[in-house]
């Protein structure tokens, strides 16, 4: 009797809340069915299609001017600085005297030097007298013998003698050779002694005075006396290209090459030379082009920003650059697209690897494809499944407001 109750108990419990949750259920589908959807506001955007550009990748590069020719110009030896004859940034010419030394001694050595020249020229007249006078005593002698007045002896006495001064003659002679070579020598020295331009060219800085004492400077790392800077109606604009794009780089190839220098617009230079190794510390190759420099307003060691072509030009997908958000950790773009629903307009995040932009538009190389419609002005407001309104160019009302007179 005991446990029938309890069963009846259990029994009547388990009614109660089947009923309870059956009722829990009902009143909770009266309450979901009588509230209305919340509001989701529309983000107001413009959207313009991705489009396919031509677009040739290149590397910006940065080049470095050099002269033609640079002189450094060094005394071979030493001696007391005796006039200077430019100042500094004179331009000067081929042949410009730069700098004398003092030649007293060397002036005094060339005297001494042209008088043995006299001296050695009076020894081959005296020689060439005596000469003479063996030759006839010779002939005068062989007539004697021949008449049997004179000795055979005496005959090949007369002979020797001649033999003897044309020797002496011969020597007189190779002394005028060495001492007009000594003129020579001195001459020289003397030349050595007064530093000349070898080319049309600008000076550098002037660091010799008058009084000055220069010593011997022919070392390698000896300072120069000056640097000349040639100038001439073309310069030289050397930059590095890493050692991937060399295989493209060929004499003829055409570059661009921007500066305020050159002018407002990009001056197409050609590229006249390429290094025959690679850089060890840098894997970069030297290439040299040749500039026009007539309005001499590159100077040596300036620097101008190169545009290097390193593949030919071919189709690329573009967006307008105000589409593109660039971020710490990725750059990314809203494609514009139709949501679940097929009606309303959803912005979908994309992650996209970028080119250089161009014209305005930005190259992208990965994860857009062409005709995707991307938000472009607006799209800062812009995060991953927003509702988007389609916005008119340039007024910034909802597409279809124009029209309507707002």
Do not use: C
Not at 70 to 88: C, D, H, I, M, Y
Not at 230 to 235: F, G, L, Q, S
Not at 310 to 337: H, L
């Amino acid at each position: 009797m005991k446990k029938a109750t309890v069963a009846a108990g259990i029994a009547v419990f388990v009614v109660l809340g089947g009923v309870a949750a059956g009722l829990a259920y009902i009143k909770k589908r009266q309450i979901a069915s009588s509230v209305q959807p919340a509001f989701e506001p529309a983000e107001s955007v413009e959207i313009a299609p991705a489009r396919i550009i031509r677009w040739q990748p290149h590397a910006d590069l940065v080049g470095t001017v050099f002269s033609l020719r640079t002189v450094r110009v060094k005394n071979e030896l030493p001696g007391l600085v005796k006039a200077v004859r430019f100042q500094s940034g004179d331009i000067v010419q081929a042949g410009q005297v730069l700098v004398e030394l003092d030649d007293t001694q060397e002036q005094a050595d060339l005297e001494a030097a042209k008088a043995a020249v006299r001296v050695s020229e009076a020894g081959v007249l005296v020689g060439q007298a005596r000469v003479r006078l063996a030759e006839s005593e010779a002939a005068r002698q062989a007539e004697a013998a021949a008449a049997r007045a004179v000795s055979e002896l005496e005959v090949e006495r007369a002979r020797s003698e001649l033999d003897k001064a044309k020797a002496d003659l011969a020597r007189a002679r190779a002394e005028v050779d060495e001492s007009q070579a000594k003129v020579k020598q001195v001459e020289a020295r003397l030349a050595k002694l007064v530093l000349r331009s070898p080319i049309r060219a600008r000076a550098s800085l002037r660091n010799v005075h008058e009084g000055q004492f220069l010593t011997q400077q022919m070392m390698p790392d000896a300072p120069p006396v000056v640097v000349l800077e040639e100038v001439a109606d073309k310069i030289y604009l050397d930059f590095a290209v890493p050692q991937e794009y060399l295989p493209r780089i060929t004499k003829g190839l055409k570059v661009m090459a921007t500066s305020s220098l050159l002018g407002a617009e990009p001056v197409e230079i050609e590229v006249v030379a390429v290094d025959a190794t690679v850089d060890n510390a840098t894997r970069n190759v030297r290439v040299r082009a040749l500039v026009d420099n007539r309005s001499d307003r590159l100077r040596p060691g300036m620097f101008v920003p190169i545009r290097v072509p390193v593949d030919e030009e071919r189709p690329f997908v573009a967006v307008p650059s105000t589409a593109v958000r660039r971020t710490s950790y990725a750059d990314m773009v809203f494609v514009i697209a139709p949501g679940p629903d097929g009606k309303q307009l959803r912005a979908q995040q994309r992650f996209v690897k970028l080119g250089p932009t161009t014209g305005g538009m930005a190259i992208v190389l990965e994860g857009v494809k062409e005709g995707d419609a991307v938000a472009t002005t607006g799209a800062f407001k812009l995060r991953d499944g927003a509702l988007v309104m389609k916005m008119e160019p340039g007024n910034g009302k909802p597409a279809g407001a124009a029209a309507r007179g707002e």
